[in-house]
């Protein structure tokens, strides 16, 4: 028995011992089936979203912005291509559509600025403006411009409307959003002529730019349906909301564009019956047909029967034609509205010359041009001085010497504004150039008149001989004589003439002796005719072995016919100078 009892703690500790051991057998195989059944589970069931954060920009970069294959026109230059990636893989946006604008007649203002035009589709305002924002700074960044927006959503002006209407509480009981919940942001990127749309997906099916970029034979692809009507406007008929909100729905429903030929045609009809209130308002609601508005008046008053005792409205013509002139001018299209411009203000002028006269169309022309940046050119100095010319010589034949001054100002104005132009000493040394300035000295053109002149044809005249002597071309020189001889002043004819025969050589003389004969014998004067033959000025023919050729003998022989009809003492000069030459 005490053998027995002794054992038995023995026992039981035995039994206490494989009884812990069997547990631990037992929680370690309870672990082991838990883990593997995590495992399992894990392997059956995804990830909890949590887990994914890491991987989400990848992972929508690789499902979403990639999908989108972006459309682009032929011949893209590779800022468009670096644009519009950005818009997708690093803006997220989506339904990107490219329109080439290079081609083709568009009637919108931004069609006219730009080559490309990139439609995109943002989530939200916000989305919107921190698009342009980060395309903003990638513009700056590579291509150091700035970009200009239209339609920027303002935070800080939004904050305040909210304000304005906490404190006024039944105006903000009948906002239904106080954060406006669509946005369009038309952003011109100042690059390649690229311009950039960003809008919301509503605002985008309500616009629908596409319809209105898309080529013709792609237009039937973005026609819009007509938006139906939502529940509140089918139960408030009476609601001026309502009736508000199907007007704008309607509203890109019809064209409010005119084709340019109905425009232009209707126009003409209002000049001609001399309508120009109604001619005024057409134009007025017409801008963005200007170009052709202006080439239909310069036509139709180029066309007009100008006589010179009647009266021309010619103030009613500046205003209709300054109501065409936009305020920008496309740059692609601009030398031909300032050449429309030349036309129309050298045809007013020449309409009406006395009340319309050269200072006005120094200052609507070369002035305006030259202050609005155009720049201009060496062409605009010549019309200018053909101009000149032609109410000099024809817009008063009777008038004085300080008239003249007066008038000679006006171009002395207009040779300034060219100092700065490039190739200005080009212009001066151009022989076209400086004969016309010379023929703006002197008024007049009546035969057996002395005309008024300046006293500074003399000090030009002397200044091209003394620099230029026998370079003088010959149509510098003929020129310079029609001056003179229009002044009637022979005795600077004859010293201009003679100037430079001193270092000519026989058989170099390459002077306009039959333009020098005419002048004289066109202006009638039989007593200068017969001191060319009896001073002996026309021996410079024989002893620098002058070519007589048909021109210069016909004139020869007006000026003998004229000076001595009868032959009674100049048969053997003439005898010599022609006969000898056969």
Request: hydrophobic share 40%.
């Given at each position: 028995?005490?053998?027995?009892?002794?054992?038995?703690?023995?026992?039981?500790?035995?039994?206490?011992?494989?009884?812990?051991?069997?547990?631990l057998l037992q929680s370690a195989a309870i672990r082991c089936l838990s883990l593997?059944?995590?495992?399992?589970?894990?392997?059956?069931?995804?990830?909890?979203?949590?887990?994914?954060?890491?991987?989400?920009?990848?992972?929508?970069?690789?499902?979403?912005?990639?999908?989108?294959?972006?459309?682009?026109?032929?011949?893209?230059?590779?800022?468009?291509?670096?644009?519009?990636?950005?818009?997708?893989?690093?803006?997220?946006?989506?339904?990107?559509?490219?329109?080439?604008?290079?081609?083709?007649?568009?009637?919108?203002?931004?069609?006219?600025?730009?080559?490309?035009?990139?439609?995109?589709?943002?989530?939200?305002?916000?989305?919107?403006?921190?698009?342009?924002?980060?395309?903003?700074?990638?513009?700056?960044?590579?291509?150091?411009?700035?970009?200009?927006?239209?339609?920027?959503?303002?935070?800080?002006?939004?904050?305040?409307?909210?304000r304005r209407l906490a404190r006024r509480p039944n105006l903000a009981s009948n906002?239904?959003?106080?954060?406006?919940?669509?946005?369009?942001?038309?952003?011109?990127?100042?690059?390649?002529?690229?311009?950039?749309?960003?809008?919301?997906?509503?605002?985008?099916?309500?616009?629908?730019?596409?319809?209105?970029?898309?080529?013709?034979?792609?237009?039937?692809?973005?026609?819009?349906?007509?938006?139906?009507?939502?529940?509140?406007?089918?139960?408030?008929?009476?609601?001026?909301?309502?009736?508000?909100?199907?007007?704008?729905?309607?509203?890109?429903?019809?064209?409010?564009?005119?084709?340019?030929?109905?425009?232009?045609?209707?126009?003409?009809?209002?000049?001609?019956?001399?309508?120009?209130?109604?001619?005024?308002?057409?134009?007025?609601?017409?801008?963005?047909?200007?170009?052709?508005?202006?080439?239909?008046?310069?036509?139709?008053?180029?066309?007009?029967?100008?006589?010179?005792?009647?009266?021309?409205?010619?103030?009613?013509?500046?205003?209709?034609?300054?109501?065409?002139?936009?305020?920008?001018?496309?740059?692609?299209?601009?030398?031909?509205?300032?050449?429309?411009?030349?036309?129309?203000?050298?045809?007013?002028?020449?309409?009406?010359?006395?009340?319309?006269?050269?200072?006005?169309?120094?200052?609507?022309?070369?002035?305006?041009?030259?202050?609005?940046?155009?720049?201009?050119?060496?062409?605009?100095?010549?019309?200018?001085?053909?101009?000149?010319?032609?109410?000099?010589?024809?817009?008063?034949?009777?008038?004085?010497?300080?008239?003249?001054?007066?008038?000679?100002?006006?171009?002395?104005?207009?040779?300034?504004?060219?100092?700065?132009?490039?190739?200005?000493?080009?212009?001066?040394?151009?022989?076209?150039?400086?004969?016309?300035?010379?023929?703006?000295?002197?008024?007049?053109?009546?035969?057996?008149?002395?005309?008024?002149?300046?006293?500074?044809?003399?000090?030009?005249?002397?200044?091209?001989?003394?620099?230029?002597?026998?370079?003088?071309?010959?149509?510098?020189?003929?020129?310079?004589?029609?001056?003179?001889?229009?002044?009637?002043?022979?005795?600077?004819?004859?010293?201009?003439?003679?100037?430079?025969?001193?270092?000519?050589?026989?058989?170099?003389?390459?002077?306009?002796?039959?333009?020098?004969?005419?002048?004289?014998?066109?202006?009638?004067?039989?007593?200068?005719?017969?001191?060319?033959?009896?001073?002996?000025?026309?021996?410079?023919?024989?002893?620098?072995?002058?070519?007589?050729?048909?021109?210069?003998?016909?004139?020869?022989?007006?000026?003998?016919?004229?000076?001595?009809?009868?032959?009674?003492?100049?048969?053997?000069?003439?005898?010599?100078?022609?006969?000898?030459?056969?």
């Amino acid at each position: 028995m005490l053998k027995a009892s002794k054992g038995l703690p023995r026992l039981r500790l035995l039994a206490t011992m494989g009884c812990k051991r069997t547990v631990l057998l037992q929680s370690a195989a309870i672990r082991c089936l838990s883990l593997s059944s995590i495992v399992c589970q894990e392997r059956s069931s995804p990830k909890p979203w949590y887990l994914n954060v890491g991987n989400r920009e990848r992972e929508l970069k690789q499902t979403i912005f990639q999908a989108q294959d972006i459309s682009l026109p032929s011949n893209s230059p590779a800022s468009l291509v670096k644009i519009s990636n950005f818009l997708r893989d690093e803006l997220g946006l989506t339904d990107i559509v490219v329109f080439d604008l290079r081609e083709g007649v568009f009637e919108t203002a931004a069609a006219k600025m730009c080559n490309f035009m990139v439609l995109a589709t943002a989530g939200s305002p916000k989305h919107c403006q921190t698009s342009f924002q980060r395309l903003n700074s990638l513009i700056k960044r590579e291509y150091e411009s700035f970009a200009h927006v239209e339609g920027q959503y303002n935070a800080k002006e939004q904050r305040k409307r909210q304000r304005r209407l906490a404190r006024r509480p039944n105006l903000a009981s009948n906002s239904e959003s106080k954060v406006p919940t669509e946005s369009w942001f038309m952003i011109d990127t100042k690059v390649d002529r690229i311009f950039v749309n960003i809008l919301t997906h509503k605002r985008r099916q309500e616009i629908n730019l596409e319809e209105l970029y898309a080529p013709e034979e792609e237009k039937a692809k973005y026609v819009r349906s007509q938006p139906e009507k939502s529940a509140t406007e089918v139960n408030s008929e009476d609601n001026i909301l309502a009736g508000l909100r199907r007007l704008v729905n309607q509203r890109r429903e019809y064209s409010t564009v005119a084709p340019a030929a109905l425009v232009s045609e209707k126009l003409l009809q209002n000049l001609q019956s001399q309508d120009y209130p109604s001619a005024f308002r057409l134009i007025n609601n017409n801008k963005d047909q200007s170009l052709q508005l202006m080439q239909t008046l310069v036509e139709w008053v180029s066309n007009l029967p100008i006589e010179e005792e009647a009266a021309v409205p010619w103030s009613k013509w500046v205003t209709a034609f300054e109501s065409c002139w936009p305020l920008v001018l496309p740059e692609e299209k601009a030398s031909q509205y300032w050449s429309l411009r030349l036309k129309f203000f050298k045809l007013v002028n020449m309409a009406d010359m006395k009340h319309y006269n050269l200072s006005n169309f120094f200052n609507d022309y070369l002035l305006a041009k030259k202050a609005t940046g155009a720049g201009l050119v060496p062409q605009d100095l010549v019309e200018f001085l053909k101009l000149a010319i032609v109410n000099t010589r024809y817009c008063d034949k009777h008038r004085g010497y300080w008239d003249l001054v007066h008038s000679n100002d006006i171009v002395v104005k207009a040779l300034r504004l060219f100092e700065d132009v490039r190739g200005a000493d080009a212009i001066v040394k151009d022989s076209s150039v400086v004969t016309m300035l010379l023929r703006t000295m002197v008024s007049g053109q009546e035969i057996g008149e002395r005309a008024t002149r300046l006293h500074a044809v003399y000090e030009v005249s002397d200044y091209l001989v003394d620099t230029f002597g026998p370079e003088l071309t010959p149509p510098t020189i003929a020129g310079i004589l029609e001056v003179l001889a229009a002044a009637k002043d022979w005795n600077k004819y004859l010293q201009f003439w003679e100037a430079g025969i001193g270092g000519l050589v026989p058989g170099a003389d390459q002077r306009p002796w039959a333009h020098f004969i005419r002048l004289v014998v066109e202006s009638g004067d039989v007593e200068m005719m017969r001191k060319l033959l009896s001073e002996g000025h026309l021996l410079w023919l024989d002893r620098l072995q002058v070519e007589i050729d048909d021109e210069l003998k016909a004139q020869l022989g007006l000026l003998f016919a004229k000076a001595d009809p009868e032959q009674l003492w100049s048969q053997e000069l003439q005898d010599h100078l022609l006969l000898q030459k056969l």
